[in-house]
């Protein structure tokens, strides 16, 4: 059997939560909004380090966080080409 708890799932919803929690840092430094897809290395890594060894039975958490941070870089990336897009025209 495995030893996951029960609410995977749930676990996963945390971990989105505490990445875009995280995101609302850059309202301190708002020049990283412009290039989040990167900055949030800045601060998402060492976050992902200290929850791997904090909870290591809820792997939803940690999957979550990066779904989080794949989900922002993406959007990040999409709007950044779009921009650059418009305007080498």
Sequence with gaps: ??????????DVGIGIGITALLHL???FYPQGFLFIG???LIY???V??????AVRSRTGILQGMMLGMGITFLLNAACVGFVLFQFSH
């Design 1 to 10: 059997m495995s030893d996951k708890p029960g609410n995977h799932a749930a």
């Design 38 to 40: 990167v900055a949030q």
């Design 48 to 53: 992902i380090a200290v929850t791997a060894i």
């Design 44 to 46: 998402m890594l060492p």
């Design 25 to 27: 840092l850059l309202f």
